[in-house]
C-alpha cells in the first residue's frame, strides 16, 4: 500500500538554460515537484512559464544546439534519467514516459498512414512481436481512443482535429507506458471535443493505471482533470497543492489572476449602440464540388444561411470545426465563389461585377487571422506588414507612410521602433497585435476576427479582448467574431450565431442565448466548458458520434444522430427558423409543435 503512494517521478531543483551567442535565457530556474502512481499533476502558466521545457527535460529532448540542463534531478521510479546513456534513455521515451504533444499535426507525418506510424512504435519497442501481433495491437489501441480499426489505412489529413488528437494518444499510449505527458493537447480544440478527449484520456488513465504530468495555461481545463496543480511562474513552481484548495483558496496573487482568466465571464458584453444596417446576408450557400469513385458529389459547406448585422455590433459564429463558420466568413469576404444567394454591405451587392464596389468593399473589410505565425511574411520587417494595406489603397509614400505605420502601432500597444524588427522576434500576443494594426490600415467599417486568441496564452488573451474593444469603441468599427471558445464570444458579442453543419441552428441577442439557450446543440456547447463551480470530470458533458459528412449529411434535422432530444419526426422533417421573439431564432422542430405544427410527439 505504501508503495503505491510513492512518487512515480519525482524533480528537484530542476535548472534549464537556453544559451546562444546574444544571450542565456533561464528558461526552468529550481523547479520541485513529485507525482505519486496513478495520479495526476497540472503545471500552469503564461507562454514562457518553462512548462514545456521541464516537461522536453524529463524526455531529454532540449535542442541540442541551444538547451542546457544546468543541474538537478529527474527522479523515475528511483533512477535520475539525468545520469542514463541515451541508449536507455531510448528505451525509456515513448515505451515507459510517453508525450502528447500540443499540435498533432506536427507529431504525425503526413506520408504515412496512421497505422504505420503507430506500428512503428510498437515494433521499435516491442521487436519480439509478429507482424500480426502488431496489427492486432494496433486495431486494440484504436478502438481504445474510439477510432474504428478500419481507418488505419488512412492518412492523418484525412482526420478532423480531435481525431488526430485521438491517433496522437494512441501513439503515445500503445507501449502501455507508466507515466504520460500531455502537452496542451487541447489547444485550439472545439468545447465539445475538448470534453471528449479529456474524459478519454481519464478514462484511459483508469482503465491502464497510468499517472499523467498534465500542462495548460488554463485553469479550467486543470480543475476538471487534476487530482493536484502545481503554478509556474517565471520559471518556478510558486504554489501547489490540491486542486480544490487551489481553485478556491489560492494563496499567490498570481495564481489569483489565473483563476480570475480562466472564468467564464457568463455577463455578456455591453449592448453596443448600433447604427444602421451595414451587412445584409439572404440565403447564402457555398458547395464544394468533389469527386468520389468517378461520382460528382456537393460537399454542403455553408447551406441557406441569412442574418443582418447594424454598424457597431458584434456577432460572435460559434461551432464545432467542419461546422461551415470560416467557409461562411471566406464567401462573405468573396473570397469563395457563392454557390448561391446574395451579400449586401452598406447596400451594394458583394457579388457584383462592378470593380469600384468590389474595391471599395475590401478596403471597408479586413480580417485578423487565427495564427498569426502564418498570416505575417517572416521575410519582411514590421513596417512593411503593417504599411501593406496603405500601399494599395492610401497610396502613402516615405516618412507619411512611416509615420501612419508607427502610429498604427502605437495603437495596438507596441512602439515605433517595432517597426524595424521581424515577426519572429514578437511573442504570439505580439503578434497579433501586428496583425490587428496590418488590419486597421485601411480605416475599415467591419473587421473579422478569425479565432483571434486560441493560439495564445490566457493573459495575452485578456490584453487581445481588452485591446479590440477599446479599438471597437475609438473607430466605431463592426465585427464579426469566429471563436469555439464560448468565453472569448460572451465577452465580445452582442448577437450570436450558433452553426451546425452548414446551417445556423439558433440566432439571437448573446445576452438572450447566453442566459437561456434553446436549441439543444446550443446547450450541448455550453454544457461542455469546465467550470469552477463544480469539480472533476463529472460536470463535463459530451456530445456523442462526430460531426456527419457535409457530402451525404443525415436526413430531416441534421443534428438528430446526436441529439438527446431527438424524436422520430427528427429524422425526416427538415426544421425551418422558428422566431422566438422578432430577433431571436432556432432551428428546430419540438419549436414549430409548440407553435402549433404536431410534428414532434416527444414534447
Known amino acids: 500500500m505504501e508503495n503505491e503512494k510513492s512518487p512515480i517521478l519525482e524533480i528537484k531543483d530542476l535548472r534549464v538554460t537556453y544559451e546562444t551567442d546574444i544571450e542565456v535565457v533561464e528558461a526552468v530556474n529550481g523547479i520541485s515537484f513529485q507525482i505519486e502512481k496513478g495520479k495526476t499533476l497540472g503545471l500552469v502558466g503564461e507562454t514562457g512559464a518553462g512548462k514545456t521545457t521541464t516537461a522536453l527535460s524529463i524526455l531529454r529532448l532540449l535542442p541540442e544546439t541551444t538547451g542546457r540542463i544546468k543541474g538537478g534531478e529527474i527522479c523515475f521510479e528511483g533512477e535520475d534519467l539525468l545520469h542514463v546513456d541515451e541508449e536507455q534513455m531510448r528505451g525509456v521515451r515513448g515505451n515507459r514516459i510517453s508525450m502528447v504533444f500540443q499540435d498533432p499535426m506536427s507529431s504525425l507525418n503526413p506520408v504515412y498512414t496512421v497505422g504505420d506510424q503507430i506500428g512503428e512504435a510498437i515494433r521499435l519497442h516491442r521487436p519480439e512481436l509478429s507482424n500480426d501481433a502488431v496489427e492486432q495491437r494496433i486495431d486494440e489501441i484504436l478502438q481504445l481512443v474510439g477510432i474504428m480499426p478500419s481507418r488505419k489505412h488512412e492518412y492523418p489529413h484525412q482526420f478532423s482535429g480531435g481525431m488526430k488528437q485521438r491517433v496522437v494518444i494512441a501513439m503515445a499510449l500503445c507501449c502501455e507506458p507508466e507515466l504520460l505527458i500531455a502537452d496542451e493537447p487541447t489547444t485550439a480544440l472545439d468545447v465539445t471535443i475538448q470534453a471528449s478527449i479529456l474524459k478519454l484520456l481519464k478514462e484511459l488513465q483508469e482503465t491502464l493505471g497510468i499517472t499523467v504530468l498534465f500542462i495548460a495555461n488554463n ?20 504554489e501547489e497543492g490540491e486542486t480544490e484548495r487551489i481553485i478556491h483558496a489560492p494563496e499567490q496573487a498570481y495564481t489569483r489572476m489565473l483563476v480570475e482568466a480562466a472564468r467564464l465571464h457568463s455577463a455578456p458584453a455591453a449592448e453596443a449602440e448600433t447604427g444602421e444596417e451595414l451587412l445584409r446576408v439572404e440565403h447564402l450557400k457555398k458547395y464544394f464540388d468533389v469527386k468520389k469513385k468517378n461520382k460528382k458529389l456537393s460537399l454542403k459547406a455553408v447551406d441557406d444561411v441569412s442574418f443582418t448585422l447594424n454598424k457597431g455590433e458584434v456577432l460572435g459564429i460559434v461551432g464545432e470545426s467542419g461546422c461551415g463558420k470560416s467557409t461562411l466568413v471566406n464567401t462573405i469576404l468573396n473570397l469563395y465563389d457563392p454557390t448561391a444567394g446574395k451579400v449586401y454591405f ?5 457579388f457584383s461585377d462592378e470593380r469600384k464596389n468590389r474595391n471599395a468593399f475590401k478596403k ?6 487565427q495564427d498569426p505565425y502564418w498570416s505575417l511574411n517572416p521575410r519582411w520587417l514590421v513596417k512593411e506588414i503593417v504599411a501593406e494595406p496603405l500601399d494599395a489603397y492610401e497610396k502613402l509614400r516615405g516618412q507619411e507612410r512611416l509615420a501612419r505605420v508607427g502610429q498604427l502601432l502605437e495603437m495596438v500597444g507596441l512602439s515605433r521602433d517595432d517597426a524595424y524588427k521581424y515577426p519572429h522576434e514578437f511573442s504570439g500576443g505580439e503578434r497579433q497585435r501586428i496583425a490587428i494594426a496590418r488590419s486597421l490600415a485601411s480605416n475599415p467599417k467591419l473587421v473579422v476576427l478569425d479565432e483571434p486568441t486560441s493560439s495564445i496564452d490566457v493573459f495575452s488573451q485578456a490584453q487581445i479582448l481588452e485591446l479590440l474593444r477599446e479599438l471597437k469603441e475609438k473607430f466605431q468599427l463592426t465585427n464579426i467574431l469566429i471563436s469555439h471558445d464560448l468565453g472569448v464570444v460572451s465577452q465580445m458579442a452582442n448577437k450570436i450565431a450558433v452553426m451546425y453543419l452548414g446551417k445556423i441552428a ?18 450541448a456547447l ?5 467550470k469552477f463551480e463544480k469539480l472533476g470530470m463529472d460536470q463535463l458533458t459530451t456530445l456523442e458520434g462526430a460531426i456527419p459528412s457535409p457530402i451525404n449529411p443525415p436526413s430531416g434535422c441534421a443534428f438528430h444522430t446526436r441529439c438527446a432530444e431527438a424524436c422520430e419526426a427528427c429524422k425526416s422533417w427538415t426544421p425551418e427558423p422558428v422566431y422566438l421573439n422578432e430577433a431571436h431564432y432556432v432551428s428546430c422542430i419540438h419549436f414549430t409543435e409548440r407553435q402549433g405544427e404536431n410534428t414532434c410527439g416527444k414534447r
Open 219 to 238: 485553469m479550467s481545463l486543470v480543475s476538471a482533470f487534476c487530482d493536484r496543480i502545481g503554478i509556474l511562474h517565471e520559471g518556478r513552481i510558486i
Open 346 to 350: 452598406d447596400g451594394k451587392d458583394v
Open 364 to 369: 471597408n473589410v479586413q480580417i485578423v487571422f
Open 506 to 523: 439558433e440566432f439571437g441577442p448573446a445576452a438572450e442565448v447566453f442566459r437561456n439557450p434553446q436549441h439543444p446543440y446550443t446547450k
Open 526 to 530: 455550453f454544457n461542455a466548458i469546465p
